[in-house]
Nanobody, 126 residues
Framework: VQLQASGGGLVQPGGSLRLSCASS????????IGWFRQAPGKEREGVSC??????????YVVDSVKGRFTISRDNAKNTVYLQMDSLKPEDTAVYYC??????????????????WGQGTEVTVSS
């Protein structure tokens, strides 16, 4: 069972990127999916989470990205997205998607995130 995060890259301040989280082995619609990031020299932080489609499908983003980042699902593509707009240099980090692997989980999940993607690097710089 694997998660694959992709879509990172170099973007200028104010630009946009869309990160994708896909899976081999998980039907992602049944699981809550979280996005995290880790900037150089800093601890990993949670950015966003979306509950499983078998619950209310609710989602949230942390205050530092509210109004700029949006999490969504495409169940037909078995993919969860993190749309990042109005990017700032402080958004520079390696971004990871993760799941607790528990069917029907909500955000935040009751169990630890046990399955992690490999990370995709986002650099916001002029």
């Amino acid at each position: 069972v694997q998660l694959q995060a992709s879509g990172g890259g170099l973007v200028q301040p104010g630009g946009s990127l869309r990160l994708s989280c896909a899976s081999s082995g998980f039907t992602l619609r049944y699981y809550s999916i979280g996005w995290f990031r880790q900037a150089p020299g800093k601890e990993r932080e949670g950015v966003s989470c979306i509950s499983s489609s078998s619950t209310d499908g609710s989602s949230y983003v942390v205050d530092s990205v509210k109004g700029r980042f949006t999490i969504s699902r495409d169940n037909a593509k078995n993919t969860v997205y993190l749309q990042m707009d109005s990017l700032k240099p402080e958004d520079t980090a390696v971004y990871y998607c993760a799941t607790d692997g528990i069917a029907g989980s909500s955000c935040p999940p009751a169990y630890p995130y046990s399955y992690w993607g490999q990370g995709t690097e986002v650099t916001v710089s002029s």
